[in-house]
């Protein structure tokens, strides 16, 4: 991540990956964008995804499928939020009734998460077409690291939700079961 932010000249959300490393140049998708990092760091992880394109709602039912224990596979769940760490993949699924062409959302953690009102606020690094608080993008879409609310259950600290904090935040959260998953190999 930090490799791509020192080097980012340009970069804008799209649904089909251009990359030109030497010209700082980064055009994908949330979801590009984590398959083109893990394809370098842990192919392994990335081929346990299960497709050869794959969409947020892959990464989301890998991770969701995975152990909880580490060394069970290239994945390990970790089931809480505030337990993230960085490097980990945070995913989520849209649902249903929100009115999206996507699948949900996937993003890397950047540093450790700080416990918030009902959640976490948690740095991830992504490719989105909005912004999230404290955000590098200044407005712009594609490659970014910013700051989102995961909401948590008060018991299980699971995430159940995301929203936006700060002078993004509109007040509203979008429920929906919000999973962490840790490269383990």
Not at 19 to 41: K, P
Not at 91 to 115: D, I, K
Not at 152 to 171: L, Q
């Amino acid at each position: 991540m930090q490799r791509i932010a020192r080097n980012l000249r340009a970069s804008s959300y799209q649904h089909t990956l251009r990359v030109n490393e030497r010209e700082g140049e980064y055009h994908f998708d949330c979801s590009l964008m984590t398959s083109w990092i893990l394809q370098r760091a842990a192919p392994r992880a990335l081929a346990r995804v299960g497709s050869d394109r794959p969409v947020a709602r892959d990464f989301y039912r890998a991770i969701a499928r995975a152990s909880r224990e580490p060394g069970r596979g290239p994945w390990q769940r970790v089931p809480r939020i505030l337990d993230a760490r960085p490097g980990d993949i945070l995913a989520w699924v849209r649902p249903p009734w929100f009115r999206s062409n996507n699948t949900g959302h996937v993003a890397v953690v950047v540093a450790p998460p700080r416990a918030y009102p009902g959640g976490v606020l948690v740095r991830i690094a992504d490719a989105s077409s909005y912004n999230h608080e404290d955000d590098t993008r200044s407005g712009l879409t594609g490659f970014g690291i910013g700051v989102i609310l995961v909401t948590t259950d008060p018991v299980s600290g699971e995430g159940t939700g995301y929203g936006w904090v700060g002078r993004y935040s509109g007040g509203w959260t979008v429920p929906t079961p919000v999973v962490i998953g840790r490269v383990s190999e």
